[in-house]
């Protein structure tokens, strides 16, 4: 599958890049091509910018919205009313999940129903109870910056990225 790769300067290029993928989002609901969940993964070391970007991207959809973040209580919901219809976005941490069959007991087959996005950090300590992604995001934190990687995991990743701009953010080649 295809790999995009991009650097972010700074915290406003993470901004950026996390309202940038909102808009594609916003934009396939328009589009009715998410009839069901999108499912994002989102790996990178302690630091590197996971909670940074999912928080910025729940914002775009629910400004002002205090975005806790759920290393405690592995998933934080919100619900989100769009003119296209509503959206579940969940926010899952899995950093100290134990054992994967743990995400049974948060009943995650009922939590991923319906028109949602479920962003998914450390998504290897689910394996292999989590479904699979759509899209993978690696982020590296670097010297100065962050690289950041977008892998198209399955059909469903290529269409929602087929258009997608970054607002002036170049890809690394």
């Known amino acids: 599958m295809e790999k995009l790769h991009y650097f972010l300067a700074d915290e406003a290029a993470s901004k950026s890049m996390a309202e940038a993928l909102a808009k594609q989002i916003e934009k396939a609901l328009q589009l009715n091509r998410m009839s069901s969940g999108l499912i994002v993964y989102l790996k990178g070391d302690l630091g590197a910018g996971k909670s940074y970007l999912s928080r910025a991207l729940i914002q775009y959809f629910l400004p002002g919205q205090k975005v806790k973040s759920p290393t405690y209580t592995l998933v934080e919901s919100y619900p989100v ?81 087929q258009s997608f701009e970054f607002g002036g953010l170049s890809p690394v080649l």
Do not use: T
């Open 81 to 161: 009313e769009l003119e296209q219809g509503d959206l579940m976005i969940h926010h899952f941490d899995l950093y100290r999940l134990c054992e994967p069959e743990e995400l049974e007991y948060l009943a995650i087959r009922d939590i991923l129903q319906g028109k949602f996005l479920a962003l998914v950090e450390w998504p290897q300590n689910g394996q292999p109870v989590l479904p699979n992604a759509d899209l993978l995001i690696e982020i590296q934190h670097l010297d100065e910056g962050r690289n950041l990687s977008i892998r198209l995991q399955s059909d469903k990743g290529q269409q929602l990225m």
